[in-house]
C-alpha cells in the first residue's frame, strides 16, 4: 500500500489545521492506521491511530485537542488538530498495518507515507 499525506503548513498557537493521509494499493479496510510524529531533535512518536474495527487511539498529550478519523470508500485517514501548541510543531507521518500488533509501536506499521511539516508559531 502507497500512503501519501498533505495539508501540513505554519499556523499560530491556538490555530486548528487538518491533515490527510490517502491510501492507494491493497485493501484499506485490512489496515490499522495511525499518524506519528517526530519533532527536532526528538523520537518518532504515536500520535492517534484507528483501527480497521474502528477503535481509536490517542496519545495523552493530544487528547481532546485532536480527533482521527478515517473513510474506507475515499481510502483516506484524517488527522484533525485544534488548540494546536508550538510543541505539535512535528513532521507527521501516516501509518499502516495490516498485522494484529500493538496500534502505538511504529516497529508494527510496514507502510510509510512521506511526511507533512506542521509548524506552530507562538
Known amino acids: 500500500v502507497q500512503l501519501q499525506a498533505s495539508g501540513g503548513g505554519l499556523v499560530q498557537a491556538g490555530d486548528s489545521l487538518r491533515i490527510s493521509c490517502a491510501a492507494s494499493?491493497?485493501?484499506?479496510?485490512?489496515?490499522?492506521m495511525a499518524w506519528f510524529r517526530r519533532a527536532p531533535g526528538k523520537e518518532r512518536e504515536f500520535v492517534a491511530g484507528?483501527?480497521?474495527?474502528?477503535?481509536?487511539l490517542y496519545a495523552e498529550d493530544v487528547k481532546g485537542r485532536f480527533t482521527i478519523s478515517r473513510d474506507n470508500d475515499k481510502k483516506t485517514v484524517d488527522l484533525q488538530m485544534n488548540s494546536l501548541k508550538p510543541e505539535d510543531t512535528a513532521v507527521y507521518f501516516c501509518?499502516?498495518?495490516?498485522?494484529?500488533?500493538?496500534?502505538?509501536?511504529?516497529?508494527?506499521?510496514?507502510?510509510w507515507g512521506q511526511g507533512t511539516q506542521v509548524t506552530v508559531s507562538s
Open positions: 501509518a499502516a498495518s495490516s498485522l494484529v500488533l500493538g496500534l502505538r509501536t511504529s516497529d508494527n506499521y510496514p507502510y
Open positions: 494499493g491493497g485493501t484499506f479496510t485490512n489496515f490499522d
Open positions: 484507528v483501527m480497521r474495527y474502528l477503535r481509536k
